[in-house]
């Protein structure tokens, strides 16, 4: 996997995008307060998930978890 870069000023950012084929439009409001979670208090986890492409799929699995478990 080749990673691109952009300059800026001094700095060289890589060039970060998400799948546009979204799978799961639908991610309800825990699959949202799931994302603010990691996004403010498991930062790491967050930018992990993000650059493998795989945090979509974490909070599409909290959401189903959501309507299996809360709502029974």
Not at 46 to 65: A, E, H, P, V
Request: proline residues 1%; without cysteine; glycine residues 4%.
């Amino acid at each position: 996997m080749k990673i691109e870069y952009s300059k800026l000023g001094d700095y060289y950012f890589p060039n970060l995008y998400l799948d546009t084929n979204f799978k799961y439009s639908k991610i309800g409001r825990y699959g949202k307060l799931r994302l603010k979670f990691l996004k403010e208090h498991r930062k790491a986890e967050y930018i992990i998930l993000f650059m493998n492409n795989k945090l979509q799929d974490k909070i599409y699995q909290s959401y189903t978890y959501s309507i299996l478990n809360v709502w029974d």
